[in-house]
């Protein structure tokens, strides 16, 4: 089986290890795989044997977007896949997104915490437009986040706000559609056309939960992620085989579906 993670997080060598201390001090007993480098991630691919990884960045200031950018040129590969990441207070977002384009890149990350901007704000709207007519992909965090406690600015409910408004964006849901909201991202999801990650859903989201998300959005809407270093990959494969049974479509789930959604093949490792 080859496999794909659609959802990881490295940063380059000088940032990595504030990066993880400051995130770390709000995960408590979810402790980092990695040091937060790229070799580093690499290391864990090949222990889990993961053939493909997404790293995505998430640009907490405006000015991020270049650097971001330029990182994500300088370590894209056959087996690692950079996303882009365009801060709301940012200006020219059909321009960036062409730039994104451009590059190689093949996706956005948003995180509307760590970006201070409820995921349904109209001002987000202009960088949905852009991507929609783009066909760049977008991955969001939805749900609550650990550090955020009960904010609710990536709820479930303001996804079917977003898709209502750009029924053509591709976007994926990370954490089964949303990490500690799964029954509202089955109620308010309802009928909607969405994709969903696995990331940080292992031990967390009920396996008996997640056969009813299945049964919701179909294999084929779902992609395999882990959000390592706050996930591995062995632990999220088992999750899968626990709430998919049948092995097409767990292949749909671990490779096939981000090959599509992405535009890649998963090379063999």
Same mark, same amino acid.
């Given at each position: ?203 967390? @989201? *009920?396996? #008996? ?9 179909? &294999? +084929?809407?779902? $992609?395999?992620? =882990? ?16 709430? @998919? *049974?049948? #092995? ?9 579906? &981000? +090959?599509?959604? $992405?535009?890649? =093949?998963?090379?063999?490792?």
């Amino acid at each position: 089986m080859k496999y794909l993670d659609i959802h990881t997080h490295a940063f380059p060598d000088e940032l990595a290890p504030r990066a993880i201390a400051g995130i770390e001090k709000f995960t408590g007993d979810i402790k980092p795989l990695t040091n937060g480098t790229v070799k580093d991630l690499a290391r864990v691919m090949d222990e889990g044997g993961v053939n493909v990884s997404v790293i995505a960045s998430i640009a907490t200031k405006p000015a991020q977007f270049e650097p971001i950018l330029r990182w994500s040129e300088e370590i894209m590969s056959e087996r690692i896949v950079p996303f882009a990441s365009i801060h709301p207070a940012c200006d020219r977002f059909e321009e960036k997104v062409a730039n994104v384009v451009r590059s190689g890149i093949r996706g956005l990350k948003i995180h509307p915490f760590y970006q201070g901007l409820a995921a349904d704000d109209p001002k987000w709207f202009p960088l949905y437009d852009a991507a929609q007519s783009a066909s760049l992909p977008i991955l969001f965090h939805a749900g609550f986040d650990v550090a955020f406690g009960k904010q609710d600015l990536a709820h479930p409910y303001r996804f079917r706000i977003i898709r209502k408004n750009f029924p053509k964006l591709k976007f994926v849901m990370a954490h089964m559609g949303g990490w500690l909201a799964y029954e509202d991202f089955l109620a308010d999801m309802r009928g909607e056309d969405v994709m969903i990650d696995t990331s940080c859903s292992a031990g967390i @989201c *009920p396996v #008996e939960t997640a056969k009813k998300i299945l049964s919701r959005v179909g &294999a +084929e809407n779902i $992609l395999f992620g =882990t959000d390592c270093p706050w996930g591995g990959a062995r632990k999220h494969i088992r999750f899968v085989e626990d709430f @998919c *049974p049948d #092995e097409k479509s767990r292949e749909l789930i671990f490779h096939h579906n &981000a +090959e599509r959604l $992405l535009g890649v =093949t998963v090379p063999e490792i």
